[in-house]
């Protein structure tokens, strides 16, 4: 539901089956500022403190149930990746779009939040394309914001601004800053240069021999020391309504480590080297010095104060490392070597289930559920095949032939007799059925097919995993390749008009042999090979038809059974 379908106020109060005079009214304007709010100040990290204004519980509930009528209304442009929810957008999906850039420039917006007040948030709630009437617009912007006092011009005023800690505040402060955001994109879209924000960081990357002057220069370019900004790029932040803290302004070459919202992008994302010896330094004390010293170390010495909310602040160690390990994983993904090693320790040392993390895409499952196929087609045509249920298997149409035979890994000497229950020439696809079936040759594990939401979280540059048995190796040799997503298209197998984007193009990782086999996201099925360079051509593309057409045939053939 959407907020702007409501004309007044005790519309909303009734859709949302609230009171209007003591749980909407009363709670906005009837309550005194402590019983609404509370005050405090942590430390900063960098020194200092930071006042935090956090609601309680009447005015978050309040403010969460209008978050979700605004959240509808918003609309995210491209290059905003913080606050933005169900969108698969993260500090990742924000640093993946600098990776391999000759220059990053990282830009701090100072004191973000508190820069936005009353009026801006009315502001523009009432302007296109929201339209919300001047009622509806103002009590938002009252419940959102709180009062402070400022300096301004040398005179301490007091103002209204958005609420760190407030349930509308992220939401809201990107509605404020969707200005700021069209003029910048447009402004180094100009230059050949890429910008994208998160929350209070903006980040601008360029593959351009000398990093563009219109954006800022070198006092000195031999030496990159002392970058400063152009006077018409502050220009355009001052104009909407923001500061830059040029303290926390840098531009970094490729010769030096290139972070975006604390990710490195000099070749790829990933973490720092720093965070992984911190969690590997952690881990290492649980084992020898068992979990009480630990924890008492890590929270009394490592980190006595964060800087964070005190219902934020983490109290459990258990919780803090599986948080880091699950961070790893977020950026390096589930086949990583790193993320895979550090599980492994903390699963050794966890005291429950709760706290488990599966490992996924495990060498074990890919081994017993994907298999060579053979068939009797010019002289023997070989593929791969991977199971997703007892005696139903997956494989491409240009793998199928005569007298099909699966080889399964924990009884490679008895191939299995295999009929096609279901084909579709257009996207290379086949599923395929054990004539047989019989216990002992039962698949010791099935790959799971990713469901619509997770297959669509899969863009440009996710980290990807592919499975298969090449040609010029034996069934026994099956072969697993790192790799990630260049793009997606629309082709067609079987010559007719391609019709929609069915293709994945991977960087590597599919030869001849390997057609038929999984391509894994995250330890789910996104997608399915079919093409590969071989021996006498190495022009060949790595292609894979993505899962949500093999859905459709699996679908057609549960409907028929």
Same mark, same amino acid.
């Given at each position: 539901?959407?907020?702007?379908?409501?004309?007044?106020?005790?519309?909303?109060?009734?859709?949302?089956?609230?009171?209007?005079?003591?749980?909407?009214?009363?709670?906005?304007?009837?309550?005194?500022?402590?019983?609404?709010?509370r005050e405090f100040t942590i430390p900063k990290r960098s020194g200092g403190t930071r006042r935090i204004c956090a609601p309680r519980k009447a005015l978050l509930n309040l403010q969460r149930d209008m978050l979700r009528l605004i959240e509808p209304d918003y609309q995210p442009r491209a290059h905003v990746h913080g606050f933005v929810s169900g969108r698969q957008r993260s500090i990742v999906s924000n640093a993946r779009q600098h990776v391999g850039k000759r220059w990053v420039l990282n830009i701090d917006l100072e004191d973000f939040f508190e820069t936005i007040h009353f009026g801006r948030v009315r502001g523009r709630l009432v302007a296109p394309p929201y339209n919300y009437p001047e009622e509806i617009a103002q009590f938002v912007a009252h419940i959102a914001c709180f009062e402070t006092e400022k300096e301004v011009n040398g005179t301490r005023r007091t103002t209204s601004v958005l609420m760190p800690g407030g349930a509308l505040s992220p939401l809201l402060a990107n509605v404020v800053t969707d200005k700021l955001d069209a003029e910048l994109a447009r402004f180094c879209r100009q230059l050949g240069c890429t910008y994208t924000r998160y929350a209070d960081d903006v980040t601008i990357s360029s593959n351009r021999r000398t990093f563009p002057a219109p954006i800022g220069r070198?006092?000195?370019?031999? !030496?990159?020391? @002392? *970058?400063?900004?152009?006077?018409?790029?502050? &220009?355009? $932040?001052?104009?909407n309504g923001f500061r830059i803290n040029h303290d926390k302004t840098r531009l970094l070459g490729q010769a030096f480590q290139q972070d975006v919202t604390g990710l490195v992008v000099n070749e790829k994302v990933n973490v720092k080297r720093k965070f992984v010896r911190e969690v590997r330094a952690m881990l290492h004390d649980w084992e020898f010095n068992g979990l009480a010293q630990a924890s008492a170390r890590h929270f009394d010495e490592k980190r006595p104060n964060r800087g964070r909310l005190p219902e934020q602040e983490a109290s459990n160690f258990e919780w803090v490392v599986r948080g880091k390990i699950e961070f790893i994983r977020q950026v390096k993904g589930s086949t990583d070597q790193v993320f895979r090693a550090l599980a492994a320790r903390y699963n050794d040392?966890? !005291?429950?289930? @709760? *706290?488990?993390?599966?490992?996924?895409?495990? &060498?074990? $499952?890919?081994n017993a559920?994907?298999?060579?196929?053979e068939n009797d087609a010019d002289g023997g045509a070989v593929g791969t095949c991977f199971a997703i249920e007892d005696d139903l298997y997956v494989t491409c149409a240009h793998c199928l032939g005569p007298n099909l035979r699966v080889y399964p890994r924990q009884n490679p000497a008895?191939?299995?007799?295999?009929?096609?229950?279901?084909?579709?020439?257009?996207?290379?696809?086949?599923?395929?059925?054990?004539?047989?079936?019989?216990?002992?040759?039962?698949?010791?594990?099935?790959?799971?097919?990713?469901?619509?939401?997770?297959?669509?979280?899969?863009?440009?540059?996710?980290?990807?995993?592919?499975?298969?048995y090449p040609s010029n190796l034996h069934s026994a040799s099956l072969t697993m390749n790192?790799?990630?997503?260049?793009?997606?298209?629309? &082709?067609?197998?079987?010559?007719?008009?391609p019709t929609s984007d069915n293709v994945i193009s991977l960087l590597s990782g599919t030869f001849e042999g390997m057609s038929g086999g999984p391509v894994l996201h995250e330890g789910k099925v996104v997608g399915v090979i079919v093409r590969g360079p071989n021996e006498d051509d190495r022009t060949i593309p790595f292609l894979a038809t993505r899962v949500s057409f093999l859905e459709t045939l699996r679908a057609g053939v549960s409907s028929a059974s």
């Open positions: 539901m959407s907020l702007r379908r409501f004309a007044n106020l005790r519309q909303v109060a009734f859709h949302l089956h609230r009171d209007y005079r003591r749980r909407m009214f009363h709670i906005a304007y009837g309550l005194p500022a402590g019983a609404r709010y070198f006092a000195d370019p031999e !030496s990159f020391l @002392e *970058f400063t900004l152009s006077d018409s790029f502050q &220009q355009i $932040v001052e104009d040392q966890c !005291s429950g289930q @709760e *706290f488990h993390i599966p490992l996924v895409e495990d &060498q074990d $499952v890919l559920a994907v298999c060579y196929l008895f191939p299995l007799e295999a009929d096609v229950v279901a084909q579709d020439d257009h996207n290379d696809l086949a599923l395929i059925r054990i004539r047989t079936p019989l216990p002992a040759f039962r698949p010791a594990a099935f790959l799971q097919l990713a469901e619509a939401t997770e297959a669509a979280s899969v863009d440009i540059r996710s980290a990807v995993q592919t499975a298969g790192s790799t990630e997503v260049t793009g997606f298209s629309r &082709q067609s197998f079987d010559g007719t008009p």
